[in-house]
């Protein structure tokens, strides 16, 4: 018997590493380099965000831009493929407004 393929179960094998939603993530909201990203990636390390980067690369979701600038300076962006994505944002963003404990947390401190 012939294993269908699922859709969610390929979505997750690219996109499913530890840290591969918070960079695309960042990314949705502008282009960053190298140093802007590991910042805004909190925990990060250099390697692993270096590892990443060429991961979703390769995958065709992010694109390296080389700006021929003194000094030099790489650029990381979505691609289409990548921004495709920004609607699985949305959907979480919402699915954790309606389900986060935050409000909860709120009463507490007050």
């Not at 530890?18 to 910042?39: M, P, Q, S, V």
């Not at 003194?70 to 407004?97: A, N």
Request: glycine share 6%; proline share 2%.
């Amino acid at each position: 018997m012939v294993e269908e393929l699922c859709p969610v179960k390929e979505t997750i094998k690219i996109i499913g590493k530890k840290w591969y939603l918070i960079i695309i993530y960042e990314l949705t909201k502008r282009a960053k380099g190298f140093n802007e990203l590991k910042e805004s990636v909190k925990g990060i390390s250099s390697k692993v965000l270096s590892e990443s980067l060429k991961r979703l690369t390769e995958r065709g979701i992010a694109e390296r831009n080389v700006k021929e600038e003194s000094p030099i300076r790489v650029e990381y962006y979505l691609t289409d493929k990548g921004l495709d994505l920004k609607t699985i944002f949305e959907c979480m963003k919402h699915w954790g407004l309606k389900w986060s404990i935050c409000d909860e947390i709120d009463q507490l401190m007050t």
